[in-house]
């Protein structure tokens, strides 16, 4: 059950196929994990690593340490939930089931635009860049370390101020949530459209006691 593809470089396949494996160690080099079954830890080390489950739906990790480099997690070709505790670590599942448990060193994370994917941040103070069709960034808790995401249809901040910016081409197909705000008059999470957008379009559909700050 424990089986899968490692790839060095992106294009030389170093290992075709592997089973019975519990954990994988990964070296200086840039390593691509196709995940089509259970494996317990990846540590990919050093590198720009690239872990990719949308091959198949059945793979499972449960822990994730892309290490150093920049390194990128693709999702199932599902509806996923990504919920991260900090711009680069966090979990994704499937139904309610984590197929990820803990990733950790994650630069960019990868969903598909044909299905339903939400991207849920922590409790810290958030910056969303949105930059393109369902793409962009994000910086919790204003640490300067941004995440790269791509094919993410939904947006969920968490219970503290959320700035969601949308730069020219930005464009979100599912939804933008600000999360919980408590206490109301002290929380302002803000959709704001760059100097450079010269026209908007937002759709509200359905709007609570939270107040509502739009900016251009």
Do not use: C
Request: net charge negative.
């Amino acid at each position: 059950e424990d089986q899968g593809v490692i790839s060095n470089g992106y294009t030389q396949v170093y290992l075709n196929t592997f089973v019975n494996i519990q954990r994988l160690d990964g070296q200086s080099s840039n390593d691509n994990f196709v995940i089509n079954g259970k494996v317990d830890h990846i540590s990919a080390g050093a590198g720009n690593d690239e872990f990719d489950f949308s091959q198949s739906l059945s793979g499972h990790v449960n822990i994730i340490d892309g290490g150093a480099g920049i390194n990128t997690l693709k999702g199932k070709a599902a509806v996923n939930l990504w919920k991260l505790i900090s711009s680069s670590a966090g979990d994704v599942s499937v139904s309610g089931r984590a197929y990820v448990s803990n990733f950790t060193n994650i630069n960019n994370i990868v969903g598909n635009n044909t299905f339903v994917n939400t991207l849920n941040a922590s409790t810290n103070n958030n910056n969303w860049m949105i930059t393109g069709l369902n793409k962009g960034t994000l910086d919790i808790g204003h640490s300067e370390v941004l995440l790269s995401f791509d094919g993410i249809t939904d947006l969920e901040g968490g219970s503290a101020v959320d700035d969601f910016t949308v730069k020219s081409g930005g464009f979100i197909t599912g939804s933008i949530d600000g999360g919980s705000s408590n206490p109301l008059n002290a929380i302002e999470d803000r959709l704001i459209f760059s100097a450079e957008v010269q026209q908007a379009s937002v759709a509200l559909e359905k709007i609570s006691s939270n107040l509502l700050y739009i900016k251009n």
